[in-house]
């Protein structure tokens, strides 16, 4: 199998075998033996009859479906977000998956063509390349007051109430992570 672009979604590959019992392959061909098409009844599949923990399951399945879709590959769609003239601000988004990565498991990053979600139960952040030199964190905090550094009002089109600007990855800051984390407890 080929090396996927992200190193998060690669590094779970790596560790499939031995945190499920089974390689990607391997999963695969449970999934298509199962002869079910929609994403909650394939991670029942292996979350139910398997034992596979959500985070897996759910990386497993939009593999999956993506493959059997022929849709460009998650890492694939990271990717383009952050080549070209975006290239340098890959490192901003490396830094906020690495905060979301230690807040659970059941953390789910769900790449479209524009933008990252990140979901729990529901989506609570969006990160998005938003210039050449801004990536732009939408956040679910309800009840949270806007500042000068946390934006309010309708962002990313009603999907966030509230906006952070980073133009490095430094700015993956203790409070940029506490307003991660809160997000991610109101999902």
């Not at 849709?71 to 290239?87: I, R, T």
């Not at 990252?116 to 998005?128: D, E, G, N, P």
């Not at 210039?131 to 000068?148: H, S, Y």
Request: with cysteine; aromatic share 6%.
């Amino acid at each position: 199998m080929t090396k996927h672009a992200d190193p998060q979604v690669q590094s779970m590959i790596d560790n499939m075998p031995e945190k499920t019992g089974r390689s990607l392959e391997d999963w695969y061909r449970v999934l298509k033996a199962s002869k079910l098409d929609k994403h909650a009844e394939l991670m029942n599949v292996l979350k139910g009859d398997h034992g596979v923990s959500h985070g897996y399951a759910n990386m497993i399945v939009l593999l999956y479906r993506q493959s059997k879709e022929g849709a460009p590959a998650e890492a694939d769609m990271v990717a383009a977000q952050f080549s070209g003239p975006k290239a340098g601000l890959r490192p901003i988004y490396d830094a906020v998956l690495t905060a979301v990565d230690k807040f659970g498991r059941d953390v789910e990053v769900a790449p479209k063509k524009a933008y990252v979600s990140l979901r729990r139960s529901k989506q609570f952040a969006i990160v998005q390349a938003s210039t050449k030199t801004r990536v732009d964190l939408g956040l679910n905090l309800q009840g949270v007051e806007a500042t000068d550094r946390l934006e309010g009002g309708v962002v990313f089109s009603g999907m966030c109430t509230h906006k952070v600007k980073l133009t490095s990855a430094a700015e993956v800051d203790k409070q940029v992570v506490g307003w991660l984390k809160q997000a991610y407890d109101q999902a």
